[in-house]
């Protein structure tokens, strides 16, 4: 061929590839990895790691299990114990994604220093709060009544009966945590539906209960050394996996309905820069992170302390 069809050529593939980024750009792939899935491109060459700062405990074992079981052999990762500023960092081209932040602390960590630059590109877990009783099975529709005061109880099964005393955690997060998850398991009804992720939805109050639907007595407590007790005394309590663990509770086996992972704002997140809009081998990781063999492991290892926060699974 001669020179002038060989420049011919490759300005022709240049334009292509320059198009194909702009596309790709335009219709947001960096949105949830799940969204992504079907741009391809070229693999990365041997060696060319990503470089993740990730956090430590569960949000390292995850990737760590999605990476080493999951992931493609082609796609090369390499994890860093993330800092406060390592989203600083990935946006500045010091490292390539960020994993160790629910969406909150990520949407005001990018508010605060102005990273536009930045995305969520897979939703990954959730640490749930989750609702158990020492008195109560399960929170069935029941016709029962306790607490009433100028009766008996009237008590027949083994359902959280109306007029309930459940405690929530004295926090604004860990109440608002509480009454989305009343909300999600029939028992309260709120003015605004579970997921969104202003200030105002994230700090929600009694104020914003329209209709307690089991006349629940909602109360807020500081759990510190009473936490047993206050499980003992009270019809419910509200409890992070943590709190939970502290008094023997297992959330598969213990709690009576568990926060749902599905358009949970309080889900880990993976996080991208624009720069890598498109890159394979970020498409391979978002898709790792949202499969089942995933979420089966999340399932096994936590038992309902982590669960999976993409659709199509169980909670």
């Known amino acids: 061929m001669n020179p002038l069809g060989r420049h011919r050529i490759r300005g022709r593939r240049d334009f292509l590839a320059a198009a194909a980024f702009t596309l790709v750009m335009a219709t947001g792939v960096l949105g949830c990895g799940s969204e992504t899935t079907t741009v391809a491109y070229d693999s990365a060459a041997d060696g060319d790691a990503l470089v993740v700062y990730v956090g430590a405990g569960d949000d390292r074992e995850i990737l760590e299990y999605a990476v080493e079981n999951i992931l493609p052999d082609s796609v090369k990762v390499k994890l860093v114990d993330a800092s406060e500023d390592s989203n600083s960092k990935v946006a ?16 005001a960590d990018k508010e605060k220093n102005s990273f536009d630059n930045l995305s969520v590109v897979s939703k990954v877990n959730v640490v749930p709060y989750a609702l158990y009783s020492s008195k109560w099975k399960d929170v069935a529709s029941t016709e029962d ?23 929530l955690p004295a926090t604004p997060t860990g109440f608002a945590r509480g009454l989305y998850l009343l909300q999600s398991s029939g028992l309260v009804k709120l003015d605004r539906p579970f997921g969104g992720t202003s200030a105002a939805d994230l700090t929600i109050t009694q104020a914003n209960v329209l209709d307690s639907l089991r006349h629940l007595t909602l109360l807020g407590l500081d759990y510190g050394e009473y936490l047993e007790s206050i499980y003992r005394n009270y019809d419910a309590v509200v409890l992070s996996p943590k709190h939970a663990a502290s008094i023997g509770l297992d959330p598969a086996e213990d709690a009576l309905a568990i926060e749902p992972g599905r358009d949970n704002p309080y889900t880990h997140v993976l ?45």
């Open 92 to 107: 500045a081209g010091d490292g390539d994604l960020s994993y160790y932040q629910h969406i909150p602390a990520f949407e």
């Open 145 to 167: 009544w306790v607490n009433v005061g100028l009766v008996a109880d009237q008590v027949t099964g083994k359902s959280l009966p109306h007029g309930s005393q459940v405690v």
């Open 271 to 315: 996080v991208a820069p624009s720069r890598l809009a498109g890159d394979q081998r970020v498409l391979e990781l978002t898709h790792a992170l949202e499969t089942p063999e995933l979420a089966q492991f999340l399932e096994t290892k936590y038992h309902g302390a982590n669960i999976p926060a993409t659709a199509g699974t169980s909670r």
